[in-house]
């Protein structure tokens, strides 16, 4: 079965930086794309970035271009997001999801759409102050 457990979440001033840490358990991590989505109060979960299972492949979101780097270590099962330059519009839970489809796997593609990833992450909260 497989596990997520997101971590890495405060709450920062605007312009401050924060490392959002994602650690799987379950089935083999080094063939899973992994997404990361934020969801604020009133609003829809929102895709992030995301990164396929080799690590040569990223995408944002284009309101965290040049903020915000989506890396992965598989050897520690662990995928990072790290975010600088907050905004108090990335005040939101973020989670971390994961795709294990083939077709994904084969491709090496980066899924943006929620609808492609099956498991998620419980989230954690990034609060950043004006």
């Known amino acids: 079965q497989v596990q997520l457990e997101e971590s890495g979440g405060g709450l920062v001033q605007a312009g401050g930086s924060l490392r959002l840490s994602c650690v799987f358990s379950?089935?083999?991590?080094?063939?899973?794309?992994v997404g990361w989505f934020r969801q604020a109060p009133g609003s829809e979960r929102e895709f992030v970035a995301a990164?396929?299972?080799?690590?040569?492949?990223?995408e944002y979101a284009d309101s965290v271009k040049g903020r915000f780097t989506v890396s992965r270590e598989n050897e520690k099962k662990t995928t990072y997001l790290e975010m600088s330059g907050l905004k108090p519009e990335d005040t939101a839970v973020y989670y971390c999801?994961?795709?294990?489809?083939?077709?994904?796997?084969?491709?090496?593609?980066?899924?943006?759409?929620?609808?492609?990833?099956?498991?998620w992450g419980q989230g954690t909260q990034v609060t950043v102050s004006s």
């Open positions: 999801a994961t795709d294990s489809s083939l077709s994904t796997y084969y491709s090496g593609g980066v899924p943006i759409d929620a609808k492609e990833y099956e498991d």
């Open positions: 990164i396929n299972w080799s690590g040569d492949k990223s």
């Open positions: 379950g089935r083999t991590f080094s063939i899973i794309a």
